[in-house]
């Protein structure tokens, strides 16, 4: 098995473990609502994203620029993130845990590489929207992110 299958078979099964929810819509609610859930507020806006700091609040932006973008979540499940010169930077499928505190994507780069990865959720409202990751240099950071 390729690397590839064996990824989405192992995020496919964690999903499962986790009881992911996706994000179809209600006819009775809509993002706006009060009642909405995690998955519609994600899906309910374009997100930008602002700053990247440290675990003690310092901005690391410049040196974790990787995470700058525009991500757009659909209601169906379909992703993509685009640079701030609107060039396509990755794109897939995403997903929140059932309780909304983790989202995972499983997608392919503009490049063409495959990867997945899962994001502590930290904050998501109508107006914020930030996670928390460890960057390729072993890093933890939070990245900010707000409607675009």
Not at 63 to 74: S, T
Not at 80 to 103: C, H, M, N, P, Y
Request: hydrophobic share 40%; glycine share 10%; charged share 20%.
């Amino acid at each position: 098995m390729n690397l590839i299958k064996k990824t989405s078979v192992l995020m496919v099964c964690l999903l499962m473990v986790l009881g992911i929810t996706s994000c179809k819509k209600d006819n009775d609610k809509t993002p706006e609502q009060s009642s909405a859930t995690p998955s519609e507020i994600l899906a309910g806006v374009t997100w930008k994203s602002t700053t990247v700091k440290d675990q003690t609040g310092k901005d690391v932006t410049a040196a974790n620029g990787g995470y700058m973008g525009i991500a757009k979540y659909n209601v169906n499940g379909d992703f993509e993130i685009k640079g701030f010169d609107g060039v396509l930077r990755s794109s897939g499928q995403w997903a929140l845990t059932a309780d909304g505190k983790k989202r995972m994507l499983i997608g392919t780069t503009a490049a063409g590489a495959s990867f997945s990865r899962v994001v502590d959720i930290l904050v998501l409202t109508k107006t914020m929207f930030t996670y928390r990751i460890t960057n390729p240099q072993g890093e933890v950071v939070d990245v900010e992110h707000i409607p675009n």
